[in-house]
């Protein structure tokens, strides 16, 4: 399964950053998977967020147009009644397949004054087409108990806003990630100026396709190398 994680910044007029998520879907047709980073259409505009979220809503169903066969993943600051989430989205063949909305919000980037927490049982394996998935949303790598809820997936999807400062932390845990649960970890992170790029694909051996100078990190998925590892060193 070809694969690509983009390293986007996101740009003050939303429009732009949807075109170009648009113009990289469009030159990526050839890969089956693509994630991209954590809000990358609106970034946190926490002071314009009811015009992030009627921008991200009218995006959402611009998106669903364009995906067909392939499998998008991005999260957007949505509206849920009177309160504001961000939701990752799963789409495929032109639908929504997957919703989770973060649970874990950063409190150093004010997250928590401005959205509403998703709810932890949310956090679980889905599957399509045969193939186990599950999510996470930045500050959630960081959480051992939710590393215990997607046991089991053949492939993490993390998309991210992941601060400069810590970008070590990110390399590492991803990483420990994917050896760890034996799957395969597409991580996206945002290449704003103050954030830790490190978009990677990263194998269940714990091999690492990345690079900090690409928009673009293109990888391939092998499932027999998932088999490999859980045939050979047994968890149980």
């Known amino acids: 399964m070809?694969?690509?994680?983009?390293?986007?910044?996101?740009?003050?007029?939303?429009?732009?950053?949807?075109?170009?998520?648009?113009?990289?879907?469009?030159?990526?047709?050839?890969?089956?998977?693509?994630?991209a980073p954590e809000v990358c259409l609106t970034a946190y505009d926490y002071e314009h967020l009811e015009t992030a979220a009627m921008f991200s809503a009218k995006a959402l169903k611009t998106l669903k147009k364009e995906i067909n066969e392939q499998i998008l993943v991005l999260t957007l600051i949505l509206k849920e009644g009177d309160e504001y989430v961000n939701q990752a989205v799963v789409i495929?063949?032109?639908?929504?397949?997957?919703?989770?909305?973060k649970v874990k919000l950063f409190k150093l980037g004010d997250e928590d004054l401005y959205l509403q927490a998703?709810?932890?049982k949310k956090i679980k394996p889905f599957e399509i087409d045969g193939v186990k998935y599950a999510l996470l949303i930045c500050f959630e790598l960081r959480f051992k108990d939710l590393w215990k809820r997607i046991e089991g997936a053949d492939i993490v999807l993390v998309t991210a806003r992941w601060g400069k400062q810590r970008k070590l932390h990110l390399e590492i845990l991803s990483r420990a990630l994917a050896v760890m649960n034996q799957c395969y970890v597409l991580l996206s992170n945002s290449a704003d100026s103050d954030m830790a790029k490190s978009s990677a694909i990263i194998a269940p051996n714990g091999n690492v396709v990345m690079d900090d100078s690409k928009e673009a990190v293109e990888g391939t998925v092998d499932f027999r190398e998932i088999k490999k590892m859980r045939r050979y060193i047994v968890m149980d």
């Open 2 to 35: 070809e694969a690509v994680v983009l390293q986007l910044p996101s740009k003050k007029r939303y429009q732009e950053n949807l075109d170009k998520l648009i113009e990289l879907i469009g030159l990526h047709h050839d890969k089956q998977i693509i994630v």
């Open 92 to 101: 495929h063949q032109h639908k929504v397949v997957h919703r989770q909305n």
């Open 118 to 120: 998703g709810r932890e």
